[in-house]
């Protein structure tokens, strides 16, 4: 959530109670979960909308497209839409104001893919990044080397021996990176489970040239009993076929050699890739989320090789210049919350009302009674007994 003189902005919401305007990165059911929640204004590119309409998400609410390029306006905050080379329709957000500029670069990649172009460095104050793969671990080859891989073991090990040969993996992103894979390389036609096919149909519709058979279909069906195709399902599918050859493409399975066939293909960056796009961001901090045990390390390398102050997110609220106190952070939040109970100039309202609402929204007694001194003293709020209500101050609340 990025906030800037009374105004805001939340950014991939997990709940329905972000209360401001929501910005959704991508389709992947992660960062999409604002779609869950009606009651949320949500804004994301026309291709995130299509491929979670698409993949059986109702539409939910109040919901505004916007494009790579686009710039949206809230309060004094620009809001700039970045392609962040990660899936269809993936954006990373550029948000400016007079105090400095955030870049949040949802899921990215740095790399050229078969179905997307490159995230590009945006100059900031802040970048608040997924680090994923952000241990040294995650070194992937190049796109092309592991794409002949691929096709070398289905061509030339699988099929010959009589078996299918079938990827799982992500239903968007990686998916559609196997069929063009196995399109621009071969003659292999390509098998498609439903709910592949059906992300397939959205890259379709936005352009890519995909050629692939839904395996439902009676083509589908036949081409997996003779063998000759390439099947692509989901990762957490469950495939039946006494003739099926399973592998994984996933960036994990650059640690997981000699654990069964898998192919290092990823839709994220590595961690050279991290690396290199914070120093072309040039940020004065840096915030990550994503990621688990294995890249707990990469705040602590960024201090020490990039010189850079750097720090996972968390619900503490951070500045340009460092983080603020937790006591203070919560005072600007319980003011924040109490002004949006009392908005209706004039109007006056019960003092045991607003401290029962606060302290259902879980703030304390003493937050809340600090929170309207505070007020009071900069005059925005007038006391009246029992009652509150907004000053007038020079013709303007």
Same mark, same amino acid.
């Given at each position: 959530m990025v906030?800037?003189?009374g105004?805001?902005?939340?950014?991939?919401? @997990?709940?329905?109670?972000? !209360?401001y305007?929501s910005?959704?990165?991508?389709?992947?059911?992660?960062?999409?979960?604002?779609?869950?929640?009606?009651g949320?204004?949500?804004?994301? @590119?026309?291709? @995130?909308?299509?491929?979670?309409e698409?993949?059986?998400?109702? *539409?939910?609410?109040?919901w505004?497209?916007?494009?790579?390029?686009?710039?949206?306006r809230?309060?004094?905050?620009e809001?700039?839409?970045?392609n962040?080379?990660h899936?269809?329709?993936?954006?990373a957000?550029?948000?400016? %104001? !007079?105090?400095g %500029?955030?870049?949040? &670069?949802?899921d990215?990649?740095?790399?050229? %893919?078969?179905?997307?172009?490159?995230?590009?460095?945006?100059?900031?104050?802040?970048?608040?990044?997924? /680090?994923t793969?952000?241990?040294?671990?995650?070194?992937?080859?190049?796109r092309?080397?592991?794409?002949l891989?691929m096709v070398?073991?289905a061509?030339?090990?699988?099929?010959?021996?009589g078996r299918?040969?079938?990827?799982k993996?992500? %239903?968007i992103?990686?998916?559609q990176?196997?069929?063009?894979i196995?399109?621009?390389?071969?003659r292999l036609?390509v098998?498609a489970?439903? /709910?592949?096919?059906?992300?397939s149909?959205?890259?379709?519709e936005?352009?890519h040239?995909?050629?692939?058979v839904?395996?439902d279909?009676?083509?589908?069906?036949?081409?997996?009993?003779?063998?000759?195709?390439?099947?692509v399902?989901?990762?957490?599918?469950?495939?039946?076929?006494?003739?099926?050859e399973?592998?994984l493409?996933s960036?994990?399975?650059?640690?997981f050699r000699g654990?069964?066939r898998?192919?290092?293909?990823?839709?994220? /960056?590595?961690?050279?890739?991290?690396?290199?796009?914070?120093?072309d961001?040039?940020?004065k901090?840096?915030?990550?989320?994503?990621?688990?045990?294995?890249?707990?390390?990469? @705040?602590?390398?960024?201090? *020490?090789?990039?010189?850079?102050?750097a720090?996972?997110?968390t619900?503490?609220?951070? &500045?340009?210049s460092?983080?603020?106190?937790?006591?203070?952070?919560?005072?600007?939040a319980?003011r924040?919350?109490?002004l949006?109970?009392?908005?209706?100039?004039?109007f006056?309202?019960?003092?045991?009302?607003?401290?029962?609402?606060?302290?259902?929204?879980?703030?304390?007694? *003493?937050?809340?009674?600090? /929170?309207?001194?505070r007020l009071?003293?900069?005059?925005?709020?007038?006391?009246?007994g029992?009652?509150?209500?907004?000053?007038?101050?020079e013709?303007?609340?």
């Amino acid at each position: 959530m990025v906030e800037y003189a009374g105004e805001g902005v939340t950014l991939d919401p @997990t709940s329905g109670e972000a !209360p401001y305007p929501s910005i959704v990165t991508h389709a992947h059911s992660d960062h999409a979960s604002a779609f869950r929640f009606p009651g949320l204004l949500k804004y994301s @590119t026309p291709q @995130t909308y299509r491929l979670l309409e698409r993949l059986g998400w109702r *539409r939910s609410g109040d919901w505004h497209p916007v494009s790579i390029g686009e710039k949206i306006r809230i309060g004094d905050m620009e809001i700039r839409i970045h392609n962040a080379g990660h899936i269809l329709g993936s954006i990373a957000v550029e948000i400016s %104001s !007079p105090e400095g %500029s955030i870049l949040y &670069t949802g899921d990215f990649n740095v790399e050229e %893919s078969y179905t997307m172009e490159p995230a590009r460095p945006v100059g900031c104050d802040i970048l608040v990044m997924e /680090t994923t793969f952000g241990s040294p671990a995650f070194s992937f080859p190049r796109r092309q080397e592991v794409a002949l891989e691929m096709v070398e073991w289905a061509v030339m090990d699988v099929i010959p021996r009589g078996r299918v040969p079938t990827f799982k993996a992500d %239903s968007i992103g990686n998916a559609q990176e196997i069929i063009s894979i196995f399109n621009r390389l071969t003659r292999l036609p390509v098998v498609a489970s439903p /709910t592949v096919a059906r992300a397939s149909d959205v890259y379709r519709e936005y352009g890519h040239r995909l050629e692939y058979v839904e395996a439902d279909s009676e083509e589908g069906r036949e081409l997996l009993d003779s063998g000759r195709c390439v099947y692509v399902t989901p990762k957490a599918s469950r495939p039946r076929g006494d003739r099926l050859e399973i592998s994984l493409a996933s960036g994990w399975a650059a640690i997981f050699r000699g654990r069964g066939r898998s192919f290092p293909l990823s839709d994220h /960056t590595d961690f050279r890739g991290l690396l290199s796009f914070i120093r072309d961001c040039r940020p004065k901090r840096v915030l990550t989320l994503h990621g688990g045990p294995m890249t707990r390390g990469f @705040t602590e390398y960024v201090r *020490r090789r990039l010189g850079l102050d750097a720090k996972p997110l968390t619900d503490v609220e951070e &500045t340009i210049s460092g983080t603020v106190p937790e006591q203070e952070g919560r005072l600007k939040a319980c003011r924040s919350q109490l002004l949006s109970l009392i908005r209706i100039p004039g109007f006056t309202y019960s003092t045991p009302w607003l401290m029962r609402e606060m302290a259902a929204r879980g703030f304390t007694r *003493r937050e809340i009674e600090e /929170t309207i001194r505070r007020l009071t003293e900069e005059g925005i709020l007038e006391q009246e007994g029992t009652e509150m209500k907004l000053a007038w101050r020079e013709g303007k609340v």
